[in-house]
Nanobody
Framework: QVQLVESGGGLVQTGGSLRLSCAVSGRTFYAMGWFRQVPGKEREFVAQITRNIGATYYADSVKGRFTISRDVAKNTVYLQMNNLKPEDTAVYYC??????????????????WGQGTQVTVSS
């Protein structure tokens, strides 16, 4: 049984940092991604990392502030978020996919999702 379990969300002030973790059990995947969603809006791509070579992709809105990484031995992916802004406030989800597909940002190509973790950035 595949499970993705996120942790590390919370409340932080503008300019602060948080580190999200996503522990995967059950199998391995070609790539892992992070998405975020606020009420009333579509789920938004944040970042992706491939398992084998660690290739990374980022949304323009987080480039230079967020870093995605993975620990292959632990089958865990991380999202280090620095210089957080109020507009980063959202529920953050990790997700897994089995191939490159049409690109890293297509949420419909990710087969498994975690339960989400809330990130709130106060101004």
């Amino acid at each position: 049984q595949v499970q993705l379990v996120e942790s590390g969300g919370g409340l932080v002030q503008t300019g602060g940092s948080l580190r999200l973790s996503c522990a995967v059990s059950g199998r391995t995947f070609y790539a892992m991604g992070w998405f975020r969603q606020v009420p009333g809006k579509e789920r938004e791509f944040v970042a992706q990392i491939t398992r084998n070579i660690g290739a990374t992709y980022y949304a323009d809105s987080v480039k230079g502030r967020f870093t995605i990484s993975r620990d292959v031995a632990k089958n865990t992916v991380y999202l280090q978020m620095n210089n957080l802004k109020p507009e980063d406030t959202a529920v953050y989800y990790c997700a897994s996919k089995d191939g490159y597909g049409l690109g890293p940002a297509r949420s419909d190509e990710y087969a498994y999702w975690g339960q989400g973790t809330q990130v709130t950035v106060s101004s």
